[in-house]
């Protein structure tokens, strides 16, 4: 089995609340900057996608907490796309510390919306497959 794609980030201090954990805000941004270098990884740029007039959505995003994080802690992000025979996909994300202590799980269903139709596309993991340069890379 291989890996799953992972990305490292480290904990700004303008990233944390007032109690110094990390904000929940910015746990979205970290588990979408994952996904956005996953796509690019595969050779999927948001231009390519935008001059085929389609572009991924969120559906729903639910993370679960585990441990904080702090300013200074450097978190790997995972990201693996499952899909599925309708128009939605998963993307299933952990984050851990180096030492790989679970700090937080984020679950996010997702789309490609054809953005004339205003409709999700019938088969996002195809839709992704025929941009690819590498589909493998994400298990499309």
Same mark, same amino acid.
């Not at 270098?37 to 679960?64: C, F, M, W, Y």
């Not at 899909?83 to 994300?93: C, L, P, T």
């Not at 789309?111 to 590498?134: H, M, T």
């Given at each position: 089995?291989?890996?799953?794609?992972?990305?490292?980030?480290? !904990?700004?201090?303008?990233?944390?609340?007032?109690?110094? /954990?990390? #904000?929940? #805000?910015?746990?979205?941004? /970290? %588990?979408? /900057? $994952?996904?956005?270098?996953?796509? #690019? $990884?595969?050779?999927?740029?948001?231009?390519? =996608? =935008?001059?085929?007039?389609?572009?991924?959505? #969120? =559906?729903?995003?639910?993370?679960?907490? /585990?441990?904080?994080? !702090? $300013?200074?802690?450097?978190?790997?992000?995972?990201?693996?796309? !499952?899909?599925?025979?309708?128009?939605?996909?998963?993307?299933?994300?952990?984050?851990?510390?180096?030492?790989?202590?679970?700090?937080?799980?984020?679950?996010? !269903?997702?789309?490609?919306?054809?953005?004339?139709?205003?409709?999700?596309?019938?088969?996002?993991?195809?839709?992704?497959?025929?941009? %690819?340069?590498?589909?493998?890379?994400?298990?499309?």
């Amino acid at each position: 089995m291989t890996e799953p794609f992972t990305v490292r980030v480290t !904990v700004r201090v303008y990233e944390t609340d007032a109690q110094g /954990h990390l #904000n929940g #805000n910015v746990y979205l941004q /970290h %588990a979408e /900057h $994952a996904r956005w270098e996953l796509l #690019n $990884a595969a050779g999927i740029h948001q231009g390519d =996608l =935008l001059k085929k007039r389609v572009s991924p959505v #969120n =559906l729903e995003t639910t993370i679960r907490y /585990h441990r904080e994080v !702090v $300013a200074g802690d450097e978190v790997d992000v995972s990201c693996a796309f !499952v899909f599925g025979e309708g128009k939605s996909f998963r993307v299933e994300q952990t984050m851990t510390k180096t030492d790989g202590t679970l700090v937080a799980e984020v679950f996010n !269903v997702g789309g490609i919306l054809d953005l004339d139709a205003r409709k999700l596309v019938p088969d996002p993991r195809e839709c992704f497959r025929s941009v %690819a340069a590498r589909p493998a890379v994400a298990g499309f």
